[in-house]
């Protein structure tokens, strides 16, 4: 299994909203990433989880809160977002945060999020 | 300094027809990697060939092959006999051995007509 899930596919909510965008994997992978991409633009990095404990932020909004319950699962929790936040939500595994310079990563189909 | 530059935003290619997609890239790291992704309009990065900063050759997978200079530090991405489902946009990226993540350009937009 080479794959790496993301649900829902798309998601449309109000700024007072609270929702949360799921990904997950079987590859065995122990480093999992979140990124945010805008339309045309190339994926912006926000998280990376590895071992499931929060290695990098790159000085993301705390509107954005991850959590990664086990080693299969990336979560993004989502509160009181604007709508510039409205983007492309990718998650990506590979087998390590770091080591050679291989380490593939795999991307999932992301979620098309909505802020209204 | 931008790190990867891609300097075609769009490309038009007709259907059988070969195509090259510029990268450069910028490090002082001698170990690092070098990635082309396929992003369709449905949104899914995906991975379409890899490159180390010490192989001997040119890697190849299919219809696509990496044109590597190293001393130009250039990853140039080729598509040979274009298929209209190769339309899509072309991310290039650089993962550096001292750096977990990927450092991608800005992508070239391609389009294939029959």
């Known amino acids: 299994d080479t794959e790496v899930t993301q649900t829902p596919k798309h998601l449309v909510m109000g700024m007072t909203n609270k929702k949360s965008l799921k990904c997950e994997q079987h590859?065995?992978?122990?480093?999992m990433y979140w990124y945010k991409q805008k339309a045309k633009k190339p994926p912006e990095l926000m998280f990376v989880y590895s071992y499931e404990k929060l290695s990098i932020n790159e000085s993301v909004p705390s509107r954005f809160s991850p959590e990664c319950p086990n080693s299969s699962l990336l979560n993004l929790h989502l509160h009181a977002l604007q709508p510039e936040d409205s983007a492309l939500y990718l998650c990506?595994?590979?087998?390590?945060?770091?080591?050679?310079?291989?380490?593939?990563?795999?991307f999932g189909p992301g979620t098309r999020l909505t802020v209204l | 300094a931008q790190k990867i530059t891609q300097t075609q935003p769009g490309m038009f290619v007709q259907e059988k027809e070969a195509v090259t997609l510029d990268c450069t890239y910028d490090t002082s790291d001698p170990s690092y990697g070098l990635f082309w992704y396929k992003q369709p309009s449905s949104g899914e990065m995906i991975f379409l060939i890899y490159?180390?900063?010490?192989?001997?050759q040119n890697a190849t997978e299919g219809r696509y092959s990496l044109n590597f200079q190293k001393a130009r530090k250039s990853a140039n991405l080729v598509i040979s006999a274009s298929q209209l489902g190769d339309s899509a946009m072309y991310f290039c990226?650089?993962?550096?051995?001292?750096?977990?993540?990927?450092?991608f350009g800005k992508g070239t937009m391609l389009l294939v007509s029959p």
């Open positions: 590859m065995g992978h122990r480093a």
């Open positions: 990506a595994s590979s087998p390590r945060q770091t080591g050679n310079s291989y380490n593939e990563q795999f």
């Open positions: 990226a650089m993962r550096e051995q001292g750096y977990s993540t990927l450092t």
């Open positions: 490159q180390g900063s010490y192989d001997q």
